[in-house]
């Protein structure tokens, strides 16, 4: 069993939806966990971080940990073309450098 | 403009070559890592380091090999490239949170996508 798995999509939305992606995880040491965002062709940029459970919201983004459930969630409100990449979860148990990462979810947003 | 370079972008080279990614960055961080990335497939951690004259291997096995020897310099270096090189090699950096509270945000550069024929 993987410790991270993602559903690797495709997934196609139209301009305007909510759009939810997931990554369960098996480690229950994760504490920190990342989201990012990798356009076609290029480096994985980072849009979320956030420690232990909870919520954390930034702009149309909003990051969900569920430490009990080990499932992690990043929703996007208001989805635009611009929002089209692959994300890529990560997660990190702390005391090493070792990220842990998704095969991330392919998202289009249609105009 | 606080940012990590990697270069060159596209390499194409043909078996048996020596060859060098070259990756810097400005952001004043201490810890750098490189990792590869196969098409639909997960990043993996080949090599880090914490800081100059520090380097680790990571999880996945490589026959690549680093050196730190500039904090800001990080480059990856393959003496003899085989076609099973052939991948998207992303180098990134990380630093230290507020108030000097570890963190483990790590940002990534654009890059290398190396193809060996």
């Known amino acids: 069993q993987k410790e991270v798995e993602q559903d690797p999509g495709p997934l196609s939305v139209p301009e305007g939806a909510i759009v939810s992606l997931n990554c369960t995880y098996s480690?229950?040491?994760?504490?920190?966990f990342m989201w990012y965002r990798q356009y076609s062709r290029k480096g994985p940029e980072l849009l979320m971080y956030t420690y232990s459970s909870g919520n954390k919201e930034d702009g149309r983004f909003t990051a969900q940990v569920d430490k009990s459930s080990k499932y992690i969630s990043l929703f996007i409100r208001d989805s635009q073309p611009s929002d089209s990449a692959t994300y890529l979860c990560?997660?990190?148990?702390?005391?090493?450098?070792?990220?842990?990462f998704g095969k991330g979810t392919k998202l289009t947003v249609n105009p | 403009e606080a940012d990590i370079y990697q270069t060159p972008r596209y390499l194409v080279i043909g078996t048996g070559k020596k060859i060098t990614l070259e990756c810097s960055q400005t952001?004043?961080?201490?810890?750098m890592y490189w990792y590869q990335q196969d098409p639909g497939m997960e990043l993996h951690l080949i090599h880090y380091?914490?800081?100059?004259?520090?380097?680790e291997k990571g999880d996945l096995s490589s026959e690549s090999t680093v050196s730190r020897i500039r904090t800001e310099h990080f480059p990856l270096t393959l003496e003899s490239a085989r076609p099973s090189h052939t991948s998207q090699y992303l180098c990134a950096s990380s630093g230290w949170g507020d108030r000097g509270v570890v963190s483990y945000e790590q940002y990534f550069g654009p890059g290398t996508r190396l193809t060996v024929t």
């Open positions: 990560a997660m990190n148990q702390g005391g090493s450098e070792k990220l842990v």
């Open positions: 480690n229950s040491a994760f504490q920190y």
């Open positions: 952001m004043g961080h201490d810890k």
């Open positions: 380091s914490y800081g100059v004259n520090s380097t």
